[in-house]
């Protein structure tokens, strides 16, 4: 059963020997590379310089991306180990068509779960020129890709902008995930981030589970209330940061992903790195653009307006006429 699903796969998998001799390949490689079934093993003299260059040259492949003629893939290769002893190396390259497909797909699952951000910079109400100078702060920073920090008190509305700043950038079509770090238990923290491979733990689901990051691969991840990740989270989000990578409970191989990180805290995050309970490393990481929102009452000016735009909203919720001052 493992044979035939393996041979049917839609990747093309390659596994060589130690002596980087083709022994097998499936029916998309054949197809790909132009062998028949029983010519598998001269299958080497007809791989493309560039796939062999990129197997010869990187002991381990993760997700590298690889054109071949007019053809995008993503290449992966894994050693394949009895002990210490290495028999050689399992190959696999992955369509990139047939990789967007099934992330428009998951793109429209995660719609349905509401892992998606809803508002834009039309939708924050104001008349105030402080919080005009944060909107065109915060316009220059989505078309960017950097690490922004939003700062201010709770109820400032810290993820409306976050999600506004998504909405705005090159990644809108892509995962918006939301995270209250303060509303996740120390415990559970690290494995709802990174996620967990079967049997990590006690309680851990039986085929494991996605983190948040990988949820929002190419997309972006708001970690609300950042101030309140514990030191070891801590490190692992430093990595993600520095080189795109991070490790799953019960996984020790490292995985790769594409997440533009928006943070927000009320807490002064200084004051943390002097009291050392926040990474100063992090800290410089997560602002590299910084963004405060003033709280109401340092704008006044849109008092008036709010409150009309929440009368009418409820208003127009209970089916009444609009409210007028």
Do not use: W
Not at 3 to 15: G, K, M, R
Request: aromatic share 8%.
């Amino acid at each position: 059963m493992l044979n035939e699903y393996v041979y049917d796969s839609p990747a093309a998998v390659l596994a060589l020997d130690a002596d980087d001799r083709v022994v097998y390949c499936n029916r998309r490689a054949q197809v790909l590379f132009g062998a028949d079934s029983a010519g598998f093993v001269h299958l080497r003299a007809q791989l493309p310089e560039r796939l062999l260059h990129l197997i010869h040259t990187e002991e381990d492949i993760s997700q590298h991306p690889l054109t071949l003629g007019e053809r995008d893939f993503i290449v992966d290769k894994a050693a394949v180990l009895l002990g210490e002893e290495r028999l050689g190396y399992l190959v696999t390259l992955q369509d990139e068509i047939v990789l967007k497909s099934i992330e428009t797909f998951f793109n429209k699952h995660l719609r349905e779960k509401g892992l998606y951000a809803k508002h834009v910079f039309s939708d924050i109400q104001h008349v105030s020129e402080s919080m005009s100078r944060c909107i065109r702060m915060a316009k220059k920073a989505a078309v960017t890709d950097y690490t922004i920090l939003i700062g201010g008190e709770s109820g400032t509305g810290k993820e409306l902008l976050a999600q506004a700043i998504h909405n705005y950038s090159g990644r809108k079509n892509m995962p918006f995930i939301a995270v209250n770090c303060a509303a996740i238990s120390e415990s559970l923290l690290e494995s709802e981030l990174f996620g967990y491979e079967e049997g990590a733990f006690t309680g851990a689901k039986k085929r494991g589970k996605l983190g948040y990051f990988e949820q929002a691969n190419r997309g972006t991840i708001f970690l609300d209330e950042i101030g309140d990740l514990e030191l070891s989270c801590q490190v692992k989000l430093l990595r993600v940061l520095q080189d795109q990578t991070f490790e799953v409970l019960g996984d020790s191989r490292p995985r790769k992903v594409d997440v533009r990180v928006v943070s927000a805290t009320n807490c002064n995050l200084r004051e943390m790195v002097a009291g050392r309970t926040f990474r100063e490393d992090l800290f410089y990481r997560i602002n590299l653009i910084t963004i405060h929102l003033p709280a109401l009452r340092e704008r006044k000016d849109d008092i008036p307006l709010l409150a009309r735009y929440f009368a009418d909203k409820q208003s127009e919720m209970n089916g009444l006429p609009a409210f007028r001052f």
